[in-house]
């Protein structure tokens, strides 16, 4: 391992160029995976070092407003990489490998398969994204179409659509639409009865999660592609 004096210097060095305005816009999606790749060949963090690399790279995908990335890894081309799956690639893993900090041309390899991942990952966000809002602008019309549901439950059929596991309680209800308890309660009673949400008891509190009509409207909502054509973000 290398010596503390080495590994911080080498730190100092990341998140001083981290923390500076990239010079080229070009490089602007690498910060991350350089960063990470940085701190992943100095190796000093032991077992969790991978994970700390993986946090660089997200930290600062988030700090230059590549949130897709954040919440997407890019490990899914890379593992074909690895696995020789990836025909289009400079060269196969094991070239790499074998060359690996003895080349000058190593890390012209390295940042082109991590770009290409990044590519990758970027349009696999894209895609979710795009499938995402086809299906919400679906689901809006379908409650908006039901004169049986007001505006509050229209919100809150989404978000418990996007966030199936939540429950809400009468309280949750009154602060995140500013109504009296009684109109929370009538509310959330009306979609019961719609059988969108069912009710328990859980802590001593009465609440509400989603039901079978819910999960129906979720599927029927369901976009017919998978999101890859449209127009990109």
Known sequence: PPERAAILERLDVVCTWVNNPPSNDDTLLLRGMLAGAALRELSAFGCINGLVSSLVSRLCYLK?????L?????????????????????CTYDEYAATRMNTPSDLTICQTINARCLVAA?????????????????MESLFESNPLINERQRRTLLLLSHHPDQALSI??????HGTSYATARRDLLSLEGLDFVKSSVRNKRLVFEANR???IAVKTAEPENDGHEGEAL
């Open 122 to 138: 970027l349009e696999e966000a894209q895609s979710l994204i795009r499938h995402a809002r086809a299906q919400t602008q679906s």
């Open 213 to 215: 009509a819910l999960f």
């Open 171 to 176: 309280g949750d209800y009154q602060r995140d």
């Open 70 to 90: 954040a919440a997407i890894a890019p490990c899914a081309p890379l593992a074909q990489w690895v696995a020789g799956e990836d025909e289009t690639a400079p």
């Open 64 to 68: 230059d407003g590549n949130a897709a």
